[in-house]
Structures are given as structure tokens and as C-alpha cells.
């Protein structure tokens, strides 16, 4: 079962998965002037004005006796392996950009991971952290290449709005309002 993890942006991890994201924001870019990529800042995701999170799954437990027992230190140990073993699928974040706005930025699921709700999951998990910070609205922009994103914001409640800033590999901006 897919997890969530909060990570600096600066971690190894998040810096990975970001890297990822860009590079093949850049390969797939679809204007000659190119994708510009910009690294987020740590202070804009450290709650509670914001979060970086990682969407992982862990192995499955092995089966057997003794897997509802009471834990031990060995199954502590057990436990903190097995988080050192997760597989990192995806990541994404919130900033607040005033009161009550919140901004989704970089949702990326790698491609092992796509086509299983990841995505859709990550987006739902960032605006319930949004929410219990006092967002009353989220905004986000994509590139229009980027159909399956857009289709996934818009089935999530996203409705094209003006622009809200001047992201240059942007051109499509949504809104949503929470209720």
C-alpha cells in the first residue's frame, strides 16, 4: 500500500525524484525555446506554509507465524529495513502563496508507477495538508502536452483559471475551490 513521506527539498531522495521530473520535462518539452527548469526552495515547502512529499510502496511482509505478534526489537529493526527498502514512485508538493492559496507543484509518478491512481492519490494527499492549514483554494499550472495530467486535475475538480503567474513553461493554469 502506497505511503507518503515528508521530505526537504533538498534530501537526496526529493532532489532525485526532481531531477527525474525535469529531465524528462526538458526531453518531452514541446517549443524549441525549451523546458526552464527551476529547483524549489526550501522554505517554500516546510510546513506549515508547505510540504514536499514521496509517494512510496514497501515490500509485502513475508508471510508466516508470528506476524501478528507483539513487536520486538527485531521486528523494529524489521520495520525501519523495510522502510530503508520502499520504492519511491512519485513526489509532489504544496506552498502557500498568500492566506488561504495554496499552490501544487511538481506531482511527478515515475513511469513504473503510473496508470495505478499514484498520482491521484498524491494529488488528494497534498490538498488534504493544504486544507488542514486553512487553504481555501488550490492552484496549479501544467503545459497542455502534458494530457494526462491535465486529465487528472480536471477529474480532481481543477478548473482552467487566468493565469497567476508568469511560469514560462506553463499554458494552462487551474483553481480549485475547497469547500
Known sequence: ???????PVTDALAHE??????????????TPSGYVTTFPTPEQFTEPRGVFLVIETNPE???????????TVASEASAVDAQSQATALGCGGIRQLEPGR?????????????????????LSELERRARA??????????N???????????????????????????TTWYLKTLR
Do not use: I
Open 1 to 7: 500500500m502506497p505511503q507518503f513521506r515528508s521530505l
Open 17 to 30: 525524484l526532481l531531477t527525474e521530473y525535469f529531465s524528462y520535462r526538458a526531453e518531452t518539452f514541446p
Open 61 to 71: 511482509p513475508a508471510a508466516g507465524p508470528g506476524r501478528d505478534a507483539k513487536p
Open 102 to 122: 495554496f499552490e501544487v507543484k511538481h506531482l511527478w509518478v515515475r513511469p513504473e508507477g503510473r496508470g495505478a491512481g499514484l498520482g491521484r492519490q498524491l
Open 133 to 142: 492549514w486553512g487553504a481555501t483554494e488550490l492552484v496549479l499550472d501544467t
Open 144 to 170: 497542455e502536452s502534458l494530457a494526462a495530467a491535465g486529465g487528472l486535475y480536471r477529474s480532481s475538480g481543477f478548473e482552467p483559471c487566468e493565469p497567476y503567474n508568469d511560469n514560462s513553461n506553463a
